[in-house]
């Protein structure tokens, strides 16, 4: 390691011999014409042709299903057929909100044996994503699958399995994967201007009841209004409860806890960005400290995920974090570790620091700068910026209109997606085995290459 810094110095103050100091400390990210001003990335949206048009179903109209359709209706040429749900509320708000021609089921069979349905969205509750999206592919729809992937690790391979067989687009929405500030970060990490990665980590902080899960319950909330026999077709048997259709994520037979519901997000993005398959061993620890409402999972996870070295990353570290009684709620961060900086990663912007600053009072550096001949004046220089935050342009349309026009540009145009099963379930499967972890207080050992786990 004391080598490589070496190294790096030399070659450091190689270029600061011969360039302008300030165009060329570090990597050529922080050249002269991106210091003063900030730099901006830009996304181009493909225009699309008359015959484009994509039909849509949506399956699971809660939260994040509803914000999916809306995000997917503002792509041109996407049209929204279909909704199925499995209680009355969410049907008739789907009617309210996209006309009264929409189609609505209980059945989610019936979307599938729908002519008029190119793409599916699945956001039902985990314990749902396997099957449907499975049946969805076999029926010849495109699936945008909500994260996690899948309930449990056991599951990730028949959804692999479905994809290669059909050759349908899967795209699973951790849409932080399709964001602008997660490309700029691949970039960065890319150009080795944090130098070697070392150590990431990630944190999520909440406090308020709902942000908790204890959403509200509708008043009419009973066995007239809810399938609760399809809801727990494929679940331990149980008398309909409306705190598990309606909070059940706090449920280990239809959730995945927060490594499963967040710490997802922060594999994905950390993937995407390093170009990693995944760590090989999981460890975690938490505990349930202040939400004693029944719920099954812990409200404070700690998760420590060890990454071997691999073609495309040096070995290094992760710590994931999930606080649900922080007073500071609302936080969040995904930060990246290398041997010369650090980077601070949201979906729309990207704080690079570095650590090394010139400082020509060093010994060592005047006795180089005499060596190659460079007089030096004691005169203080000019200093590129030690951080800079690079911004999404004003108007950007956000990581989540960026996902979902991925999967509907794959649907059109035969492409590829960002987060495709095999994408998908190398970053539910640390997550999944962190709570497997947490559970069984034991480590969890996963090859993430051949996405199988090992015996420890
Ligand atoms: N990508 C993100 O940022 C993000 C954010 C929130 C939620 N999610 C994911 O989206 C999914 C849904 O979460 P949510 O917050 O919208 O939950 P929600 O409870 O608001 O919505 C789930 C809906 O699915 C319906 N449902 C349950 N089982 C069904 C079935 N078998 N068939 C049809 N409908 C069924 C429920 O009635 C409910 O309306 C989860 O997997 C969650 O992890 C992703």
């Not at 015959?51 to 399956?59: E, G, K, M, W, Y």
């Not at 929405?173 to 691949?186: D, H, M, T, W």
């Not at 606080?323 to 969040?332: E, H, I, L, M, P």
């Not at 007089?375 to 951080?387: D, F, N």
Request: hydrophobic content about 40%.
């Amino acid at each position: 390691m004391k080598e490589n810094n070496e190294a790096s110095r030399r070659g450091f103050l190689k270029k600061l011999a011969t360039t302008a100091a300030a165009a060329t400390v570090g990597s050529n990210l922080i050249a002269a014409d991106n210091i003063g001003s900030f730099h901006y990335l830009k996304q181009q949206y493909n225009s699309i042709g008359a015959n484009d048009q994509v039909n849509i179903a949506l399956i699971g109209a809660g939260g994040m299903g509803t914000s999916d359709t809306q995000t997917a209706l503002q792509i041109p040429g996407v049209k929204l057929v279909a909704v199925c749900d499995l209680y009355d509320g969410r049907l008739k708000d789907a009617k309210t909100k996209w006309g009264a021609d929409i189609f609505t089921t209980k059945v989610y069979k019936e979307i599938l044996n729908r002519k008029d349905v190119d793409a599916v969205i699945v956001a039902t509750p985990d314990h749902w994503h396997q099957q449907i999206s499975v049946d969805a592919m076999h029926a010849g729809k495109h699936v945008y699958c909500e994260k996690p992937m899948v309930h449990s690790v056991m599951e990730g391979p028949a959804v692999i399995k479905a994809q290669q067989e059909t050759g349908k687009v899967f795209q699973v929405g951790s849409q932080g994967v399709s964001s602008l500030g997660n490309e700029k970060a691949k970039e960065i990490l890319k150009s080795g201007a944090i130098g070697e990665l070392n150590y990431a980590e990630g944190f999520w902080a909440r406090r308020g009841a709902v942000e908790v899960w204890q959403y509200p319950i509708p008043d009419d909330a009973s066995t007239q209004t809810v399938d609760w026999e399809t809801y727990i077709s494929n679940a331990p048997k149980r008398p309909f409860d409306s705190k598990r259709f309606f909070r059940w994520r706090n449920y280990t037979d239809y959730g995945t806890g927060m490594a499963g519901d967040l710490f997802v997000h922060l594999f994905s993005s950390l993937h995407f960005i390093t170009g990693s398959m995944g760590p090989n061993k999981i460890y975690a620890s938490g505990g349930l400290r202040y939400w004693n409402d029944g719920r099954e999972v812990p409200d404070v996870l700690l998760g420590t995920f060890d990454y071997a070295k691999a073609a495309a990353h040096p070995a290094f570290n992760l710590s994931l974090r999930c606080n649900f009684v922080d007073g500071t709620s609302g936080t969040t961060y995904l930060k990246l570790v290398g041997s010369e900086g650090s980077m601070d990663i949201t979906w729309d912007s990207v704080t690079l620091k570095r650590n090394k600053a010139i400082d020509n009072n060093d010994p060592f550096y005047i006795e180089k700068m005499k060596q190659m001949g460079q007089a030096v004046s004691g005169r203080k220089m000019m200093l590129p910026p030690e951080q800079i935050t690079y911004d999404a342009e004003k108007g950007y349309l956000g990581g989540p209109y960026d996902h979902m026009n991925n999967f509907i540009n794959a649907i059109r145009t035969g492409g590829k997606v960002t987060e495709d099963a095999i994408f998908g379930y190398r970053a539910a499967a640390p997550a999944l085995l962190c709570n497997d972890s947490y559970f069984k207080n034991a480590p969890m050992f996963w090859d993430p290459e051949k996405m199988k786990m090992l015996k420890a």
